[in-house]
Structure formats: structure tokens, C-alpha cells
């Protein structure tokens, strides 16, 4: 990639291809302190109102920068490095490679916790981890005053939903969510009803004295992928057809409509919601409701199959952080009379740990 001059215009070239960098584009950018505000770095003028027509007066291109004076009497100096991060996509989480994975994963990255966490180099591993993986696990993080809250708001912010800022998870009496009593939980996404879906899920093991209790998660990625290779019409079906999720108690009704493999625009892998105690299709042919249910049977077959789950035992101290649009969690059954098993649990999205990873890049040059 590299920055180019020729008859007062600016090219950027890249592998063979040129293309005219447009001089709005550059005018947009003068960023002197008459332009920007220094702290915040945002624009002190407004470029809906500049003229359309900008043209360029003047330019110099040294190794560093470009220097450019505008016929509206402006003048920029920007940075190389700058320009090119533009067009780059270093800083995009989406390009970290997401690794599909199965039951034979073995030894996750456990990170350990420690006051400064939040802001060394330790944390922007965690976050690589945890954009490969779709999940990591933080050891000794303290279990008192519900710190799953400072957790949370250390990375980004806690995203509060209708069960609290956080919500225990201990079987008590007159459950409103079948988390809340010691039955197994079958892997499922949390939340498939909410518009929008949380995004990742934090449970912080504060107790865990019964044998059974073990936690499960699945790749739903890794298992979407089999699926259409394996069962294409399936995974046509799956998603395409848009199911009613639905949550009910005394106090709310949450619904929304999706497929259960969501796709994103270039057809390539974005969520997948599965909650099959709370999905309704919608009345369709008899045919394609044939096809339906067999697709869903194939999934929740997957999906439940020893061949993707791991299953291991979160010890008091653990936090387990997991893409709640990528993998499926789950519990298998415990003996409430053994002893205690308690979690915390709460929600953050996509910016908190996106915002936190390119900060940590950013100030640690990586
Ligand atoms: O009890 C567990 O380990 C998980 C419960 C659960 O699925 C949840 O809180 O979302
Ligand atoms: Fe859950």
C-alpha cells in the first residue's frame, strides 16, 4: 500500500490497483487545531457545510506525510501511517480469525485475574482469545459485593435487561427461568427474545459445592459450518425462516422474530439463537414445515452431540466471558442438597470489548 502524487491529485495504490483518493476525502481530514478539538479529537467544523467542489491548491508527499493545501485556503499535514490504517483492516475485529472448534479442545487460555488487568497487556490477550475462541475464562477474579459488576463495567458497560443489572443463578422458589432451579440446561443462546440479543454473557462462579453442575459450550459456529456442508437444505432452511422467540412473566412480554442461523450480508456466518423452549415457527406449508422441523431436530442432534460440547467445572473465582451470538451454553443436572452452587451472571455488548481491545492496541502499540 502506498500514497501517490501526480497533477495535484492523490492516489493510493495497492497491489497494481490505483485509485484517486477524492480531495473531500483529505478536506475532510484537515485536522489543525482550529479544525479539531485537540482532547476529543472531533471536528470543530461541520463538512455537510463546505462546499462540494473542493480542489486542491498544493501538495507535497515527503516519506511521512502528505501536506496539503486546499483552494478554500486550508492546509493539512497527515500522517502516512494515518491514512493507510484507513484502508486497512488491522484494527477490525472482524479479522480475527475465528477458530472452530470441538470437544477435543483442550487446555483453553485461562487468563489470570489481578488488579491492573484491565488495562496491561494481559487483557488485550484475553480479548484476542476470547474473538478466536468465543469465550475465555478469567481465574481468582474476587468473588465479594457482586464484583461481576466492576468486572464488567471494567471492560465496557454492563448491560442491564428486565433480570437486573446482574441476576443470580442458584435454584430458588418460583423460578421465572428454568436457570434458576437444578434442572440440566440443554446447550441454548440466552436471550433470543430481546431486540437486540445481549451480546456476551459473564457467569462468575461465586460457590460450587455439588458434584454435577458442570458447565457446557458449544461452537456454534463450528457446528453451522457442518451443517451446511453436511445438510445443505437444512441449513438453507434454518436460515431463511424467521421463528418467534418469547419470554413471559408478570411483568414484560419480550418477543422478536429470527432465523436460527443469521447470516450476514456476504451470506457468511453472524448468529445463531437457539432456545428450544421458547421458539415458535410460523404457520407454513405443510412441506416446508416438514423440512423445518427435521432441520431443527438435525441442529439441536448437533448441537447436543458429545462431539462438540466440552464440559468442565467452574471453580468460586472462575468468570467464563462467552459470545452469546457465536456459542451455545449450557449445565448439566445437580443435587441442590449436596451444597451451594451460585453464579452471577450478566450481559455487555460488542463495543465494550471491541472498545477495550483498541484502546489496549493502541496504547501498547501492538
Ligand atoms: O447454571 C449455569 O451454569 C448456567 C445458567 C444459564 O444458562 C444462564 O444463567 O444463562
Ligand atoms: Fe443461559
Not at 172 to 201: E, F, G, M
Not at 241 to 253: L, P
Not at 288 to 299: C, F, P, Q
Request: aromatic share 14%; glycine share 4%; hydrophobic share 35%.
Amino acid at each position: 500500500m502506498k500514497i501517490e502524487l501526480k497533477d495535484n491529485k492523490v492516489f493510493f495504490e495497492n497491489h497494481g490497483s490505483k485509485k484517486e483518493i477524492h480531495p473531500f476525502w483529505l478536506r475532510e481530514r484537515v485536522n489543525g487545531d482550529a479544525h479539531v478539538d485537540k482532547g476529543t479529537q472531533q471536528r470543530l467544523f461541520d463538512p455537510t457545510n463546505l462546499q462540494e467542489n473542493i480542489e486542491i491548491d498544493n501538495i507535497d508527499l515527503s516519506k511521512d506525510f502528505l501536506e496539503v493545501k486546499f483552494k478554500d485556503g486550508t492546509f493539512t499535514k497527515l500522517a502516512i501511517t494515518n491514512i493507510l490504517k484507513e484502508f486497512s483492516n488491522v484494527n477490525d475485529v472482524k479479522y480475527i480469525n475465528k477458530v472452530q472448534w470441538d470437544s477435543s479442545l483442550k487446555n483453553f487460555n485461562n487468563f489470570n485475574f489481578s488488579e491492573n488487568l484491565f488495562d496491561n497487556e494481559e487483557m488485550y490477550q484475553a480479548l484476542q482469545s476470547f474473538y478466536k475462541f468465543g469465550f475465555v475464562i478469567f481465574k481468582n477474579v474476587p468473588t465479594e459485593n457482586n464484583y461481576i459488576v466492576n468486572f464488567a463495567n471494567s471492560i465496557g458497560s454492563i448491560r442491564r435487561t428486565n433480570f437486573g443489572e446482574f441476576f443470580n443463578v442458584k435454584s430458588k422458589p418460583n423460578p421465572n427461568d428454568l436457570a434458576y432451579t437444578s434442572l440440566p440446561l440443554a446447550p441454548h443462546t440466552d436471550n433470543p427474545y430481546r431486540n437486540p440479543v445481549p451480546c456476551i454473557q459473564m457467569l462468575h462462579c461465586i460457590e460450587n459445592e455439588v458434584n454435577g453442575g458442570h458447565s457446557t459450550l458449544v461452537d456454534g459456529f463450528t457446528v453451522t459450518e457442518k451443517l451446511k456442508k453436511d445438510f445443505s437444505d437444512y441449513y438453507k432452511i434454518l436460515t431463511e425462516v424467521k421463528v418467534r422467540f418469547q419470554f413471559i412473566d408478570d411483568s414484560v412480554v419480550l418477543e422478536d422474530w429470527a432465523e436460527m442461523i443469521q447470516l450476514d450480508e456476504y451470506g457468511e456466518f453472524k448468529q445463531v439463537r437457539f432456545s428450544p423452549r421458547l421458539d415458535f415457527v410460523p404457520l407454513m406449508d405443510k412441506e416446508k414445515l416438514d423440512l423445518y422441523y427435521a432441520a431443527r431436530k438435525k441442529i439441536s442432534e448437533l448441537y447436543n452431540s458429545d462431539k462438540f460440547r466440552i464440559e468442565f467445572k467452574l471453580l468460586p473465582g472462575d468468570l467464563l466471558m462467552m459470545d452469546n451470538h457465536r456459542l451455545l451454553h449450557g449445565r448439566t443436572v445437580y443435587d441442590a442438597n449436596e451444597g451451594k452452587r451460585f453464579l452471577q451472571g450478566c450481559y455487555i455488548d460488542y463495543d465494550s470489548t471491541e472498545g477495550k481491545l483498541k484502546h489496549l492496541k493502541r496504547k501498547f502499540n501492538l
